[in-house]
């Protein structure tokens, strides 16, 4: 099974600011078809998933370009250029390489 | 609108069933593949089971295989979870989900499933 690993589990931000959000898997998440199935959700209190990120970089339609993905492998970053506070809530990656795995969440909070 | 609605979700004594449904609208419901996952309280996401376009394969987490069944039927733009022999630790919210680029791009408001006594 691939374990997924995010870093850190919470993080304080100031509003303006930027954030980063680490995920880091136990095997590659290179596909036999040549994609890496790496995907970040936001999860705002009481309320379901909702996608960010797919395949590593790709923002998903509806999502503000000040958050951004990237890595490769085993190793990925969420980032967030400017922290505004709708963006409060837990984040988790997500690899669809090899069945699914969900990483702990890392929640984003306001100083 | 697109959408996933869930339903189904009660309180249920251990070693109880219960089955879950999951309807969509506003899109061609038999071209995805589509998903189960769940969040206990105040825990993470957790993938419980995945079913595709035709019915044809289905994947399940360890700790459901024998217990859980996922099912669709694309005629009514559905997709259900039989839950038998539940345990405490199957309580959670149970989302449905819907699959593209290998990831999750909507997902219904979700349903809570309870095992008490």
């Known amino acids: 099974d691939i374990v997924m690993t995010q870093t850190p589990l919470s993080s304080p931000v100031t509003l303006g600011q930027p954030a980063s959000i680490s995920c880091r898997s136990s095997?590659?998440?290179?596909?036999?078809?040549?994609?890496?199935?790496l995907s970040w959700l936001q999860q705002r209190p009481g309320q379901p998933p909702r996608l960010l990120i797919y395949k590593i970089s790709n923002r998903f339609s509806g999502v503000p370009d000040r958050f951004s993905g990237s890595g490769a492998g085993t190793d990925f970053t969420l980032k967030i250029s400017r922290v505004e506070a709708e963006d409060v809530g837990l984040y988790y990656c997500?690899?669809?390489?090899?069945?699914?795995?969900f990483g702990h969440g890392t929640r984003l909070e306001i100083k | 609108e697109v959408q996933l609605v869930e339903s189904g979700g009660t309180l249920v004594q251990p070693g109880g069933s219960l089955r879950l449904s999951c309807a969509g609208s506003g899109f061609i419901f038999s071209s995805y593949w589509m998903t189960w996952v769940r969040q206990a309280p105040g825990k993470g996401l957790e993938w419980v089971a995945t079913?595709?376009?035709?019915?044809?394969?289905?994947y399940y987490v360890d700790s459901v295989k024998g217990r859980f069944t996922i099912s669709r039927d694309n005629a009514k733009n559905s997709v259900d979870l039989q839950m038998n022999s539940l345990r405490a630790e199957d309580t959670a919210v149970y989302y449905c989900?819907?699959?593209?680029?290998?990831?999750?791009?909507?997902w219904g408001q979700g349903t809570m499933v309870t095992v008490s006594s």
């Open positions: 989900a819907r699959g593209a680029w290998g990831a999750f791009d909507l």
């Open positions: 997500m690899q669809a390489t090899q069945l699914i795995t």
């Open positions: 095997h590659s998440l290179v596909h036999s078809d040549g994609n890496t199935y």
């Open positions: 079913i595709k376009l035709d019915g044809t394969e289905k």
